[in-house]
């Protein structure tokens, strides 16, 4: 319960930061994941961001329509799209950011360096733990 509660409270802090961003939080993951790793396909975006491709495709669809995103035929797979952040796109990324970041500082700053690194560990072998399976 304790996890839940942490995920939960972040979510909703870094939603209503990225609110007056014209941002909901799966678009800006969507759109970070994509500055990270332009061209890549919904499939492999979807993964990267723990969604389902269906949940990934409906946001896909609402940042192409604000023109934020393009889709295009990969050069060697006409039948595979690729991704691309447009101007607008990294406009809004980047005010996003600006909005987010602090956030998550608010967090980590409450913490020791050695505090994050025990936290990441721990948190990793708990993943391991039930990854296992």
Not at 104 to 110: G, M, N, P, Q, S
Request: proline share 6%; charged share 25%; glycine share 6%.
């Amino acid at each position: 319960m304790v996890l839940k509660r942490a995920e939960q409270a972040m979510l909703r802090a870094k939603s209503a930061a990225l609110k007056p961003a014209g941002l909901t939080l799966a678009q800006y993951v969507a759109l970070a994941e994509l500055d990270r790793q332009p061209g890549i396909t919904g499939a492999t975006l979807a993964r990267a961001c723990l969604v389902t491709p269906q949940a990934m495709m409906v946001v896909l669809k609402s940042l192409e329509e604000q023109g934020l995103i393009v889709r295009s035929p990969h050069p060697r797979h006409p039948n595979v799209l690729e991704l691309h952040i447009t101007d607008a796109g990294f406009e809004v990324l980047d005010a996003g950011r600006r909005r987010a970041e602090p956030v998550e500082r608010r967090v980590t700053d409450t913490f020791s360096p050695e505090e994050l690194q025990a936290l990441a560990a721990l948190l990793t072998r708990w993943t391991e733990a039930l990854d296992g399976d």
